[in-house]
């Protein structure tokens, strides 16, 4: 049983440029949540997809925006990219309605933005 | 959120049991006590919750306080395996709410 995946592991990018990060959730999640990990801190919640809409989102701009797909992948689009993008992005996938339920992460894709 | 306090870094030796604390004293009365650890190179990795009651499995102890304002996660055997940074994350009881990390405590394992 595959865990979350996510691709590619590794981008580097310029300032302005655009990127989109993917994730595959965990067989049988339903809801995918992306976090964004500055080099030594913790993940800091950007957005949550549930039934291919934004159900919750996190204090970052408009320049972060996802998509969530039928088959409940997900993709994390960044515009504009900025130094301070540079970072891991993490997928995390659960089942929405269970509460309290674990959340899965993926190893992360680590961006630098040049 | 409530916000959780935790120790920068601690240290152990290998095969010694290991208590990593967390204060939480502004816990609200529906909010579980969830620990994440995050090993090098890896996304973060559940390891326990709890509401009241002490709770075990197979990675690790999970103690709570009479008072629910701190918990203390137990290892009972570290290994090198185990040095990761732990986040203690409070977690209220319904839906499927994000998880708001602090920057946890980086734990060292010595062989």
């Known amino acids: 049983d595959a865990g979350v995946t996510q691709s590619p592991t590794h981008l580097i990018k310029t300032r302005g440029q655009q990127v989109t990060l993917r994730c595959s959730p965990k067989s049988g999640h339903d809801t995918v949540s992306w976090y964004q990990q500055a080099l030594g801190q913790g993940p800091q919640f950007i957005f949550q997809y549930y039934e291919e809409e934004e159900r919750q989102r996190g204090n970052f701009p408009d320049r972060f925006s996802g998509h969530q797909f039928p088959n409940y992948s997900s993709e994390l689009n960044v515009n504009a990219l900025l130094l301070g993008d540079s970072a891991l992005y993490l997928c995390?996938?659960?089942?929405?309605?269970?509460?309290?339920?674990?959340?899965?992460f993926g190893d992360g894709t680590r961006l630098s933005i040049l | 959120d409530a916000k959780t306090t935790q120790p920068n870094s601690m240290e152990s030796n290998e095969e010694e049991p290991v208590h990593l604390p967390c204060n939480h004293s502004t816990i609200s009365g529906t909010d579980y006590i969830h620990w994440y650890r995050q090993l090098p190179s890896q996304g973060p990795e559940y390891v326990i919750h709890?509401?009241?009651s002490n709770v075990n499995n197979r990675m690790a102890s999970l103690a709570i306080a009479e008072d629910r304002k701190s918990s203390t996660l137990i290892l009972h055997r570290a290994t090198l395996r185990d040095a990761a940074v732990y986040y203690c994350?409070?977690?209220?009881?319904?839906?499927?709410?994000?998880?708001?990390f602090g920057k946890g405590t980086r734990l060292s394992v010595i062989a």
């Open positions: 995390a996938s659960s089942l929405l309605d269970v509460g309290n339920q674990p959340q899965h």
């Open positions: 709890g509401l009241t």
């Open positions: 994350i409070l977690r209220v009881s319904s839906g499927n709410t994000p998880l708001v």
